[in-house]
């Protein structure tokens, strides 16, 4: 069976509709044309959380230009993005520098950190990456604050809690534009196995920008997701993102003494829950079908 087929399956067998791009990182030209695996690649699918990847990239750019100090401490105040992790959980005003707010932006996916390193590395400069990079199918529209407010105004709830409530029942049929790539930010599993190819072989930022960028995504908490398809030996650096019933991550694996790997697989599951476990264990199954098939030793 083909490494794509492979992964339709995996995602028919999680109940899931899922998009996949692999490729080596090594390098896009004609050497690496046909080394891929694609299912469903360049089809627009929401973005979630990985926008972040984005911010972080702009972020790693605005330090080099010496735009921003990382070490300069920010406070954040109470009144910031909600979400379960990070500051966003905090109840009391929160003083970090620059680089560890982008440190949790990426480790724990921080909302609220990510939409005031957002604010401070320019949303417009933010919005102006994907055509800057060569990622056509990439929009980014805002961030987790204007998700939420979409959220709010969609399912009629007060609070995002309550929306995200609203989101998890089966029982209630409601439409919300955060499950649906035509209105807030998308991008394509193509896109981001490029630009994750390109962060990693150093040509987005400078190579201490670089290193950092590898070392957080590399920090990324998460084990159900990219992680729970491979061995120890093998490391896994990620982004997840997560709205309702889609469930999504991107990231980089590399095995001992081999190429790394870049690979993206966004789903999105027939039923709503909270928790999908089967839905995020397909996004490692299908990952290892698709990395297995480009693994190749470094020479």
Avoid at 29 to 48: E, H, I, L, N, T
Avoid at 195 to 214: K, N
């Amino acid at each position: 069976m083909s490494a794509a087929a492979q992964v339709r399956a995996a995602f028919r067998d999680a109940g899931v509709r899922g998009w996949l791009h692999a490729r080596p990182v090594t390098g896009d030209g004609p050497r690496w044309a046909s080394a891929d695996v694609a299912v469903g690649a360049d089809v627009p699918v929401v973005m979630a959380s990985v926008y972040k990847l984005l911010v972080l990239v702009a972020y790693c750019r605005a330090v080099d230009a010496g735009e921003l100090d990382p070490r300069e401490p920010a406070t954040v105040r109470p009144d910031r993005t909600p979400g379960p992790t990070g500051i966003s959980a905090l109840a009391d005003p929160v003083t970090m520098s620059w680089r560890d707010l982008v440190t949790s932006m990426i480790t724990v996916s921080d909302n609220a950190a990510a939409d005031v390193v957002h604010a401070r590395v320019g949303r417009e400069r933010v919005a102006a990456l994907p055509a800057e990079l060569g990622l056509p199918g990439t929009r980014i529209r805002g961030g987790t604050a204007d998700v939420f407010a979409d959220l709010l105004a969609d399912t009629g709830a007060d609070d995002v809690a309550a929306a995200f409530a609203v989101l998890a029942d089966n029982d209630v049929p409601v439409q919300v534009r955060a499950l649906s790539p035509a209105f807030g930010s998308s991008t394509t599993a193509t896109d981001m196995t490029r630009l994750l190819a390109r962060l990693w072989r150093g040509e987005l930022a400078s190579p201490d920008g670089t290193a950092f960028a590898r070392r957080v995504l590399g920090g990324q908490i998460w084990p159900h997701r990219l992680r729970s398809g491979f061995p120890a030996a093998a490391a896994v650096a990620g982004k997840t993102g997560t709205v309702g019933a889609v469930r999504s991550e991107v990231g980089v694996v590399t095995y001992p003494g081999e190429h790394p790997v870049a690979v993206a697989v966004f789903t999105h599951a027939a039923r709503s829950d909270a928790a999908v476990p089967r839905a995020d264990a397909a996004i490692g199954v299908a990952a290892r079908a698709a990395v297995n098939a480009l693994r190749a030793p470094a020479v």
